[in-house]
């Protein structure tokens, strides 16, 4: 399964609210109608707690390989 970028992931998570926790994150973007990809993306994510989208950002490219910047 591809990895999302984190732009799609960024999209699947507009308008939750930080700080977040992981599963937060994840219920959102299946609220969102977030595509597999994303939620298993989200599901991922290294960390617990998420203090703002830069972070959610920055392990979504680790995770995947793409630069954020």
């Known amino acids: 399964m591809a990895q999302p970028t984190f732009i799609e ?3 699947a998570l507009s308008g939750v609210g930080y700080p977040s926790s992981r599963d937060d994150l994840v219920q959102h973007a299946r609220q969102n109608k977030a595509g597999d990809e994303v ?3 989200l599901r991922n ?3 617990q707690n998420y203090g703002g989208p830069d972070e959610v950002s ?3 490219a680790d995770v995947s390989g793409e630069s954020t910047g």
Do not use: C, G, S, T
């Open 45 to 47: 994510l290294p960390r």
């Open 39 to 41: 939620v298993d993306a």
């Open 58 to 60: 920055r392990d979504i």
């Open 9 to 11: 992931v960024q999209k």
